[in-house]
């Protein structure tokens, strides 16, 4: 092929969710030839996908918004405290709308693989329905959480009734009055579909396999006079959320644990497990994420929290967690649903005594009992992270598999890049600043940096651009020596990239998925990269010059 060869787009960008819509803002603002490919028939990611009942952010509302245009905040009203799916994507709409965005959008366009061209420095993308684009830089906004995974139990394809996961519920939304439910999983999603449902339905089983520690969301409506005062804060708000560790409004306790008496410290807890949002965890001290001792502690108040709430002893004992203590995994906010299982038409199942053998034509079948359903609704959890990059084939210098190279863990520069990936940017990879934080704040970070960093490279008539193997080495090493640190480490869960339905990552090995340094600690360290003129990539012309000298030499 010659060097001359026409590229469609400067960049793509694969997935129209919060980073998409953001990423591709910035890329036209910039100048850039740019589109977005989308493998969902509309934009919103998420909040298009998740139409489940109870889905709703356990982000404040006005701190979940994008925050770099003061207009879309003058006009924007949330409703409510913690908003809900259909508020949430009708927001994410009027973004793209506002800012004429839907033109650079292409949907039902599902990218199966992105090989690099090494003569040429740009990448061949084959979409799904056969046709093929080439654009010099990819940038990934597929979203941690958008690779759902379903349990492997036998006879799965024979239910007669409605099963889904919760992440394809039916868009057409589905009438569970007076039907026979049985959910599997009780991760964040499961407590907050249980919640919203078990008034509405006939019978309610809820199989659960292992506790998630769980806290109330303390909703509430938003109204006109407090959207006004929230406006008027928003500088203030985004100071705050810049500064926390978690890119939230809640900040630590920043007095030890054990400078305060007991007596403080559950009169703190008294007060913060009635506040809204992750108070709780996020306004807690911070020993109780990596001192085991406090951690019991902080675990003792909230199980005494669940007694409290769920009147059958047995069913409270089933519901608190053994294996890991409060906080160390992500924390699942709920709404009703300590108090479902208060209902009659609401039961436990612990299919860590009674495990599910099979799934039948008309229920399923534990090694105990035989159940029949009308709906089973599987709320069993993501390929967290990796899984979105997995699901397309991704090959750099010399064929190389970004698969295969982050089958047992993923190894980035910042979160951001990949060495033998060349012209691929992650705005919210793995080991990013936006894994364990608010999101649009993480990805409102991860975004400007890639787009200032594509305008130096425009700027400077760069065609190749990649990082060092060990500037690789050196962010990988850092994000999982932070581990070392935190309980989370111990936890099964995404954090830790267990997935019991995926081969290979059901448990055992730890993957390092998270960055723990929180938001104004990762900021700074890519702020300063960025000025050292981006030490740890290297900048060249490389293909696209080794390819026009052969050109003149033939
Ligand atoms: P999850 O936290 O991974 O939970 C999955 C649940 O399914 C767990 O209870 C798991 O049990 C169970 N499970 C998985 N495979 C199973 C199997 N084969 N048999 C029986 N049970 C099985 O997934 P999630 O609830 O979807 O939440 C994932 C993340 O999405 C959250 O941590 C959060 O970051 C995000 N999320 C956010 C919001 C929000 O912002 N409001 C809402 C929902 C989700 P084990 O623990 O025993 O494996």
Redesign the pocket.
């Known amino acids: 092929m010659s060097s001359k060869a026409s590229i469609d787009y400067e960049a793509v960008v694969i997935g129209a969710g919060v980073c998409g819509i953001y990423q591709i803002k910035k890329l036209i603002d910039l100048g850039y030839s740019a589109t977005v490919l989308e493998a969902e028939g509309d934009l919103g990611g998420t909040w298009y996908m998740?139409r489940y009942p109870g889905?709703?952010?356990?982000?404040e509302s006005h701190t979940y918004g994008y925050s770099f245009s003061r207009e879309l905040l003058d006009e924007w009203h949330w409703k409510e405290r913690f908003s809900s799916q259909p508020e949430n994507l009708r927001y994410l709409n009027y973004v793209a709308d506002k800012f004429d965005l839907r033109k650079h959008m292409q949907f039902n366009c599902k990218v199966d693989s992105a090989h690099f061209d090494e003569q040429l420095d740009l990448w061949n993308l084959q979409i799904a329905d056969g046709r093929k684009i080439t654009t010099r830089f990819l940038i990934m906004g597929v979203g941690l959480?958008a690779a759902p995974?379903y349990?492997?139990?036998e006879g799965m394809d024979d239910f007669k009734g409605d099963s889904f996961h919760?992440y394809h519920w039916p868009h057409e939304g589905i009438d569970l009055k007076g039907k026979k439910v049985a959910v599997?999983?009780?991760?964040?999603?499961?407590?907050?579909v249980i919640g919203a449902i078990a008034p509405e339905v006939g019978d309610l089983t809820v199989?659960?396999?292992?506790p998630?520690w769980v806290a109330p969301l303390n909703n509430g409506k938003i109204s006109e006079h407090e959207m006004n005062e929230i406006r008027s804060r928003y500088d203030e708000i985004w100071e705050t959320c810049r500064r926390s560790p978690g890119g939230f409004e809640h900040e630590p306790d920043r007095r030890g644990f054990y400078e305060v008496s007991k007596e403080e410290r559950i009169a703190l807890w008294d007060k913060l497990y009635d506040e809204p949002g992750f108070a709780i965890w996020l306004r807690n001290f911070r020993e109780i994420f990596t001192d085991e001792e406090a951690n019991a502690e902080i675990s003792e108040y909230v199980a005494g929290r669940i007694r409290e709430r769920v009147k059958d002893p047995k069913v409270a004992e089933k519901l608190i967690p053994k294996d890991h203590g409060f906080g160390v995994q992500?924390l699942?906010?709920e709404t009703n649903y300590l108090e479902a299982y208060n209902q009659d038409n609401v039961r436990l199942v612990d299919?860590s005594e009674t495990p599910?053998d099979r799934i039948t034509t008309d229920g399923l079948k534990t090694s105990a009992e035989s159940f029949s359903f009308d709906v089973i609704v599987y709320?069993?959890?993501?390929d967290?992270i990796t899984g979105s990059f997995d699901r397309v084939d991704i090959q750099g210098l010399k064929g190389g598999r970004l698969r295969d190279k982050w089958f047992d863990g993923p190894s980035t520069y910042l979160g951001m890049m990949v060495h033998g990936f060349p012209n691929f940017l992650m705005p919210s990879g793995p080991q990013s600043g936006s894994a364990s934080t608010n999101y649009p704040r993480g990805i409102e970070n991860g975004v400007d940096w890639c787009t200032a960093f594509l305008e130096h490279v425009k700027a400077k008539g760069y065609t190749r651009v990649e990082a060092t193997e060990a500037a690789e080495e050196r962010w990988t090493d850092h994000v999982t020596k932070m581990y070392s640190t935190m309980l989370m480490r111990k936890a099964?869960?995404?954090f830790t990239g267990?997935?019991?339905?995926v081969e290979g990552h059901e448990e055992g090995r730890t993957r390092y998925f998270v960055y723990n340094g929180g938001t104004p600690k990762y900021v700074k360290t890519i702020s300063e990269v960025a000025g050292n003129n981006y030490e740890g990539v290297t900048l060249t012309t490389k293909g696209v010059a080794e390819n026009e000298a052969a050109e003149r030499a033939s």
């Open positions: 998740n889905a709703r952010f356990d982000s959480l995974t349990p492997r139990y919760t599997i999983g009780t991760g964040a999603t499961g407590v907050q199989f659960q396999r292992r998630n992500r699942p906010m299919i599910i709320a069993t959890g993501f967290a099964k869960g995404w267990y997935n019991s339905n």
